[in-house]
């Protein structure tokens, strides 16, 4: 068992947190992405029928605002040679990323793009280090609202003197310590000297000097110690490695960031990466994705075509409970697990992560707890109220189910529900 003390590498201590106009990056992120859906394969058309598709599926009326643009969007091989500005696809993007904005601001919308805090992106096109404030002027000259910094292709001479522990399953920790202990750093290490802090920080600089507000997203993989210097560098950052729609790699990450919950409050929010909900994963663990990621306020990303989505699928997108929770205006701190349930309290297991979670809501001063199932077969869960921190020991409780909005009443002591097999059963808990 992994001691909640001996995780020393996720209790670092943050600075002052970014704080944007108009509350921008306030709370977690509602929106789209296009890289878990099309890759490279990507469009003006296709951008601006995204935003047409909010539309029509309602996915607008629930609060989702982000339209984002991820790599491959410009000439691959150059920059302008009089202005050193990244280049628009001309074949992907004819009228340029200026009218994309343009049309989704008129839809009501905002637009984000993607770089680097390299030479070239993960996908081998121009990236921003070294043209930091050429590239910020031109995104805000072109109405760009946010931007998504990723980690690729920096020079082999910026490379960290030593690297963190970003533990992946079990296997990566003995008693807190990472196994493979070659390069890193030591537990007092101050990763705000990093040359990574630096790229990251300087493009921070970049977009702060701009006349327009660009949210900031930090897609550095979870590396240099991010969760000590990531709040007050932009609105979010990633605090894992990619996504990819596997049950395996999902439960992976839900792992990891339970351990990080600590740093999530308004204006900071460790990112677990986009949504894989519409992307080959069962209803079932579409749920227990999408219910997690809302309950940790980890910003929601939706990356699957939208003309291909389920209406179940839609539907777990579009929950109005997990919608609130995450958007809760009045309380910024996410559900957390109060008990572990295969394993002993605050084990490390990717395979067997947390089951039991709960936080606070200021709606109707309710309580949402989530009963996670991680077995392929269903299984019966209880919620015992003496059990969840937020409700104090009382004896009943009004309880509605987040699923089918089924109204239970109220309930003494607790309620036992059968979970299918991977999926996440949830309640909305407040006083009768």
């Known amino acids: 068992m992994i001691s ?29 992405n296009s890289w878990n859906a099309y890759h490279c394969d990507i469009n003006e058309e296709q951008i601006l029928n995204t935003g047409r598709q909010f539309i029509d599926l309602g996915l607008t009326d629930v609060g989702y605002k982000y339209i984002n643009i991820d790599d491959c969007w410009s000439v691959k091989d150059h920059r302008d040679p009089v202005t050193n500005r990244i280049i ?59 931007l998504k910094y990723d980690n690729c292709n920096f020079p082999q001479e910026l490379t960290d003197e030593c690297k963190a522990c970003v533990p992946e399953n079990r296997d990566d920790l003995v008693n807190g310590t990472c196994t493979n202990t070659n390069g ?8 705000t000297q990093s040359h990574t802090h630096a790229r990251y920080t300087t493009m921070r600089d970049a977009l702060l000097a701009q006349p327009r507000t660009i949210l900031y997203s930090l897609c550095e993989w979870g590396e240099a110690g991010v969760n000590q210097w990531g709040n007050d560098t932009a609105s979010s950052w990633r605090m894992s490695f990619d996504i990819d729609p596997s049950w395996s790699r999902i439960l992976s990450i839900l792992n990891q960031n339970s351990f ?61 409970y997990l919608l609130s929770f995450n958007q809760d205006p009045v309380v910024g701190r996410p559900a957390m697990p109060y008990k572990w ?92």
């Open 4 to 32: 909640r003390y001996s995780l020393l590498f996720v209790f670092l201590p943050f600075g002052a947190p970014l704080v944007l106009n108009n509350n921008v990056g306030k709370l977690p992120v509602l929106g789209w």
């Open 88 to 146: 628009p696809d001309p074949t992907r993007f004819p009228n340029g990323i200026s009218h994309t904005a343009r049309y989704l601001h008129e839809l009501g919308f905002k637009l984000g793009i993607y770089s680097s805090a390299g030479t070239t992106t993960c996908a081998g096109y121009p990236a921003s280090l070294g043209f930091e404030s050429v590239d910020a002027a031109a995104w805000a000259e072109w109405g760009v609202d946010y």
């Open 184 to 191: 890193l750093c030591p537990p007092d290490y101050d990763y």
């Open 260 to 320: 990080y919950l600590h740093h999530v409050d308004f204006w900071g929010h460790p990112d677990a990466d986009m949504l894989e909900v519409g992307n080959g994963i069962s209803l079932a663990e579409s749920k227990t994705h999408f219910a997690l990621w809302a309950a940790m306020k980890s910003p929601l990303l939706i990356g699957t075509d939208l003309a291909k989505i389920s209406r179940p699928e839609l539907d777990v997108l579009k929950n109005k």
């Open 341 to 432: 349930g295969t394993n002993p309290d605050w084990t490390f297991n990717a395979s067997f992560p947390a089951e039991f979670w709960s936080g606070p809501s200021s709606v109707s001063n309710g309580t949402l707890v989530l009963m996670f199932n991680p077995y392929a077969d269903g299984k019966t869960k209880s919620a015992v109220w003496d059990e969840i921190p937020e409700l104090k020991g009382g004896e009943s409780y009004h309880a509605v189910d987040i699923w089918s909005g089924l109204d239970l009443g109220c309930v003494e002591h607790g309620v036992d529900l059968l979970v299918e097999g991977h999926g996440t059963a949830g309640l909305w808990i407040d006083h009768c």
